[in-house]
C-alpha cells in the first residue's frame, strides 16, 4: 500500500511512519512538488481536508494529511490552529507561550490531531485523537519537536521530550488518531 504524507515536516513525517509501521510504503508531497501548503482554514479539519486534497490532487495517489494543534486553556484556547504559526520557530513559540501563560495555576492543556485521508476524488475519512495535559513552567528535555518541551501529557511529570519518542508515540494525539486510521486500513484484511 502507498500513501502520499502531505507534509515536509520530517519529524512528522519520522513520528507517522514509527506510529504506522513498514506495512505501507511512504511518499511525501516532497516527491511531486517543493511547497508549502497555506493552512488557512478556521479548524484543525479544514486545514487537514486542503492539505490532503491538494496532496491527492497533485500525485493522483491515496494521501494522509494532518493538522495539529495545542489548546491552553487559560489562554481562551491560544496557540490553537495556529500552534505552528506562533511564532518563527519552536523555541520562539514555546517562549511566547510561557511568556503568555506566565504564572497562572490553571495550565491544563489539549493537544489535538486532526489526519484526512483521502483515497478518491471527493472521498476521504477523518481520524481525530487528543491527548491532555499541562504546560510546564519551563522547557525540559532534549527529544521531540514543536511544544514537546513544555507539554506534560495526562499523569506524568515529565513533557514528551523528557518522556522520549517511545512513550509519546504510545500516548500521543498522533498516536491515538494514527490508531483509528490503522484500524480502517485493516477492515477489509
Known amino acids: ?32 512538488l517543493n511547497i508549502d501548503i497555506k493552512e488557512a482554514g478556521r479548524t484543525l479539519m479544514e486545514n487537514s481536508l486542503a492539505k490532503a486534497t491538494f496532496t491527492f490532487k497533485v500525485s493522483g495517489k491515496p494521501s494522509l494529511a494532518d493538522d495539529s494543534g495545542l489548546f491552553v486553556e487559560a489562554l481562551d484556547g491560544e496557540p490553537g490552529i ?3 504559526r506562533y511564532g518563527i520557530d519552536d523555541e520562539h513559540r514555546i517562549t511566547k507561550l510561557l511568556k503568555n501563560l506566565g ?6 492543556a489539549l493537544f489535538k490531531a486532526v489526519f484526512v ?23 525540559c528535555g532534549t527529544e521531540g519537536f514543536g511544544y514537546d518541551p513544555i507539554f506534560m501529557p495526562g499523569k506524568y511529570k515529565k513533557t514528551f521530550a523528557q ?7 504510545r500516548i500521543s494525539h498522533r498516536t491515538k488518531a494514527l490508531t483509528k486510521f490503522k484500524k480502517y486500513l485493516q477492515r477489509d484484511f
Open 103 to 108: 504564572t497562572k495555576k490553571n495550565r491544563k
Open 163 to 169: 518522556l522520549g519518542q517511545k512513550v509519546k508515540n
Open 82 to 84: 495556529h500552534s505552528s
Open 1 to 32: 500500500m502507498l500513501i502520499v504524507l502531505a507534509t515536509k515536516n520530517q519529524h512528522k513525517i519520522k513520528e507517522i511512519k514509527e506510529i504506522l509501521g513498514a506495512d505501507i510504503h511512504y511518499q511525501t508531497l516532497s516527491d511531486y
Open 117 to 139: 485521508y483521502y483515497y478518491a476524488l471527493n472521498k476521504y475519512e477523518v481520524f481525530e485523537g487528543e491527548c491532555a495535559g499541562e504546560i510546564a513552567y519551563e522547557p
